[in-house]
């Protein structure tokens, strides 16, 4: 009877993961991360084998199996809740802001893109801000807002900023002439 439930838990979470891969891959992505997610596909397929062994396994080993799993899980969550609440990723930061001071003598810009758009405009300055086409759904711009300051990305601790051309794309304008 354990057995039994177990097996039928087992194999429904496998194909709960296995189908909310095919949405995110082919339906919320429309296909174009199918890289990004074939761990995924892999991992639920192996999962779903798995699921299918286990009823042909006695009771008391898929208890044990079982039993693994859960403590299994439970100490990666232990993991990585220690390690959110220590903040090891903060501090990598604090030592890339540290570095980047250091090496410059500027203060690292820690604004979101929006924050500094905001300031900007607040000072009554003409300026864009560049959208991918992930941030807006049903929406793909070909280019951005034309000659104009637009605001581009932080990847170094400050934000990046060019004048656009009279189309919205980061040439010269007098590449058009």
């Not at 042909?56 to 208890?63: I, Q, R, S, Y």
């Not at 890339?96 to 203060?107: D, H, R």
């Not at 758009?117 to 793909?140: D, E, R, T």
Request: proline share 1%.
């Amino acid at each position: 009877m354990y057995k039994k439930y177990l097996s039928i838990t087992l194999i429904s979470l496998s194909f709960i993961f296995l189908f909310y891969t095919f949405y995110k891959s082919e339906i919320f992505w429309n296909g174009a991360k199918r890289d990004y997610y074939l761990i995924y596909y892999v991992l639920s397929v192996f999962l779903l084998i798995c699921s299918l062994i286990t009823f042909f396994l006695k009771e008391d080993l898929n208890k044990k199996i079982f039993s693994i799993i859960i403590i299994f899980s439970f100490i990666l969550y232990f993991i990585e809740g220690y390690l959110s609440y220590f903040g090891i990723h903060d501090k990598k930061l604090k030592e890339k802001i540290e570095f980047y001071k250091e090496e410059t003598g500027s203060k690292y810009d820690l604004r979101d893109k929006f924050e500094v758009f905001k300031s900007h405009v607040k000072q009554k300055k003409n300026i864009s801000i560049v959208f991918h086409s992930k941030q807006i759904k049903n929406l793909k711009p070909l280019s951005g807002v034309s000659n104009i300051k637009t605001i581009f990305c932080n990847e170094n601790g400050e934000y990046a900023a060019y004048k656009s051309d009279r189309y919205g794309f980061n040439n010269p304008d007098t590449e058009w002439d």
